[in-house]
């Protein structure tokens, strides 16, 4: 009886010690095909698709995704750096392959034609996949623009070609901080950086009174500017509060509203009512930014189509300052006079 144990037990120590030596023996002649352009073995592929699967989703495990992942500003600011750091590897509506994406293994997933669990998506843009063209973020970048850009690529499989172009357009290009410390790279004026659509601007220098009329800077908050005025022609409400700081200041017609609730309550309605349809010519605009903090001037002639037409030269001072990543509206003044 103890003989027959132990002659199990030296087999089984036989046959590993074989498969060690063999395995060992394997690896030392060079013969796997390490090219990335020849598939893993089948037996490989299910081991290392398992691995990375199972040790993403048991780390993804803790993680708490911010309640206000769908907010629109969130997913404007997230998709300029989606465009500049992850479109070329993971691909955008419309896009055919790219030199990455054909020439990395493991592919890298088209990310415009999937859904992917945020915790997951998170972890893995912060953290990277070993051994694969996937890498970490985590070391140049914060959590909160990271959370900005996971948000975009929940509502990424949604867009087309267009609505992609036009979100990362109006989003304020490739701004982040660099996820070591408190300050902030977001307002570089690196024209070669910005995929905002005002970088014509940065080319003129930024600074003194003689510069250009919108600094390059100034380029996020202005098309934060732009799209609440359009949304306020438009009376799509959500983006209008969604676009406002809870804490703004509204001045207009001699009076005041000092809070985001309280100009959604009264004069939003009222605002929008009357600017529906309308058509607004801008004749002038200034902006300047420092650091988390901007300021847009803007002139304009309106025309009003609704039950008295009429047309008005109105003038705006907006004050935005960014947060995470994200510039609100602070501070509105509005005033106007029969044009
Ligand atoms: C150089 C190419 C490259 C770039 C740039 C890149 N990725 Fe990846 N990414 C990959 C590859 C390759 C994988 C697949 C890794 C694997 O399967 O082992 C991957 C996987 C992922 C996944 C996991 C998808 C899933 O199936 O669960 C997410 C999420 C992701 N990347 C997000 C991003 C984000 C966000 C950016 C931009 C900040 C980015 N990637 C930039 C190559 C890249």
Redo the contacts with the bound molecule.
Sequence with gaps: MIRTIKTIILTCVATIVVAAAGLALYTWSGAYGIGADQPHTRVVTAFVATA?DRA?RAHAAGIEVPTDLASEARIRQGAG??AA??A???LSPGAKSSE?SRG?Y????R?DR?K?DPA??FW??KHG?KA????A?GRS?GDEYLWN??AF?GALPDLDADAYRALVAQSGGHSHDDGNDDHDHGDDTDPHEGTGHEHGAADAGTSGAAGPPVDAGAAPAVAVVDAFGAALVAGDLATVKDLLDPAVVVLEGGGAERSRDEYMDHHAGADAAFLKGAHVTRTSRTARASGDLAWVATESTIHTHGARPATLASSETMTLARHDGVWRIVHIHWSSQPG
Aim: hydrophobic letters at 60%; a positive charge; glycine letters at 4%.
């Design positions: 990375r993403v750096n989606y750091m992850c070329t590897c993971h990455l990395l493991p592919a890298p997933p990310l999937m992917v997951v998506a893995v843009a996949i694969s063209g996937m890498p973020w970048m850009m996971i690529i």
